[in-house]
């Protein structure tokens, strides 16, 4: 099959929509940041090609005809935009040396907040919300500009191997996963347990964490049953629906 016939099968055009929404409720919740930042998944039984959002649209406004599909090179294999020079290399690195098939990559504020302190990161022995990162959390803590080449991204992709949240000195954070519906709803969980994390550590008050067992334990129960991760993401697209298309290229 060409790139053209797989982008328009019912299966691509699923996957499109999902990233699309995916997107749009990643503006509403206040994840996004102007018109950067990218989320990608990998075409089923494909490991070198990808979807991806693409350049110069804001986030709220894109559908799944904006929808870009390149390979883990970067070059654009079928639809009507370009693409950020930096996803190619964060995004392609990630699916390439990791196998996740989701990759959203952000700058939220709460947890962008956190990669600027010593600890880098989140702490997952805090509140509920953060215990479900138990053990699922990376760090990069060798800020070094902007990723554009592929020694960035692979550094990025290397941090990630085995884990499915990264924390980006100084940066922002990559979550990834198997399917966009987890990944989202653990980008939107990561953010608010940051914003709580934030919040407390405000106040100047000793923090209480709980031990870690007890936190794996809950990461566990979180992780072993995820369907109202399902139920958040259909619900995103009752509340989102798809925009009019956007402008041509």
């Not at 369907?227 to 798809?242: H, T, V």
């Amino acid at each position: 099959m060409t790139a053209d016939s797989d982008y328009a099968s019912p299966a691509v055009r699923t996957l499109r929509e999902d990233l699309a929404l995916a997107l749009r409720a990643a503006a509403h919740h206040g994840l996004s940041e102007g018109v950067c930042n990218h989320f990608s998944v990998l075409l089923p039984g494909a490991g070198d090609r990808y979807l991806i959002n693409p350049r110069g649209l804001h986030w709220s406004e894109i559908g799944a005809d904006d929808i870009v599909l390149i390979d883990v090179h970067g070059e654009v294999l079928a639809g009507r935009h370009r693409v950020e020079p930096t996803a190619l290399f964060i995004h392609g690195a990630v699916h390439r040396l990791t196998g996740h098939a989701v990759v959203l990559h952000c700058h939220m504020p709460y947890a962008t907040a956190l990669t600027l302190t010593a600890d880098r990161a989140l702490d997952p022995t805090l509140s509920q919300n953060a215990m479900r990162f138990m053990d699922r959390i990376a760090v990069d803590a060798d800020y070094n500009g902007l990723a554009l080449d592929d020694r960035e991204g692979e550094r990025i992709a290397r941090a990630m191997v085995g884990k499915d949240v990264a924390f980006l000195a100084n940066h922002g954070v990559v979550v990834a996963g198997a399917r966009i519906a987890h990944a989202y709803d653990d980008l939107y969980y990561l953010e608010r347990a940051c914003l709580h994390q934030v919040i407390a550590q405000s106040t100047g008050r000793p923090l209480v964490p709980v031990d870690r067992a007890l936190a794996a334990q809950v990461a566990a129960q979180i992780q072993g049953e995820r369907e109202q991760s399902d139920l958040f993401f259909e619900a995103l697209r009752r509340l989102l629906p798809a925009p009019r298309p956007a402008r041509p290229a």
